[in-house]
């Protein structure tokens, strides 16, 4: 009778080891739980500070985009108000421009007229010289003993009407 003790004895012992394997396997699972909320935590914890880093890095960079806009911005403010400047005064000096051509034709007129009324004097001038020329000849003729001073007095005469003639238009 000793063999149903022994058998009894078995089936326990392999109940208790089946409760032990359980338990450990139990133990185990609870660890493996623990283990994996924890590292699922830390996981969560490292997501949500990336998270907060990459929001700040966003910040940031929108930050940098709106300075850069706004300077972008004045910059080509500033641009446009050089450019405003360069062609208005580039509309002045083109009307200064436009002006100094019109006086100059004004001047190339004035002097076609002014040439044309010194060819006139000088014609006028050659036509007297010569009828002068006969005159002091006839005055030569007549009065022969006073000749030098006849001839000091027609060239004071001839240089004074000369000087008054070239006076007169402005030589």
Not at 10 to 18: G, P
Not at 78 to 103: A, G, P, T, Y
């Amino acid at each position: 009778m000793t063999n149903p003790t022994i058998e009894v004895g078995i089936a326990e012992i392999l109940k208790d080891i089946q409760a032990k394997q359980d338990r450990m396997y139990i133990d185990i699972q609870s660890r493996q739980d623990k283990i994996s909320v924890d590292m699922q935590s830390r996981q969560d914890k490292i997501l949500e500070e990336m998270h907060s880093k990459f929001e700040v890095m966003q910040s940031r960079q929108d930050k940098i985009l709106e300075e850069m806009h706004s300077k972008f911005e004045v910059i080509q403010s500033r641009q446009d108000k050089i450019l405003e400047e360069m062609h208005s005064k580039f509309e002045v000096m083109q009307s200064r421009q436009d002006k100094i051509l019109e006086e100059v034709k004004e001047i190339k007129v004035g002097q076609a007229k002014l040439e044309g009324r010194i060819d006139t004097l000088e014609e006028k001038l050659s036509g007297e010289i010569k009828t002068l020329d006969t005159k002091v000849e006839q005055i030569d003729k007549r009065v022969g003993n006073q000749e030098f001073t006849n001839r000091s007095v027609l060239v004071g005469l001839i240089v004074a009407l000369l000087v008054g003639v070239f006076k007169m238009f402005g030589y």
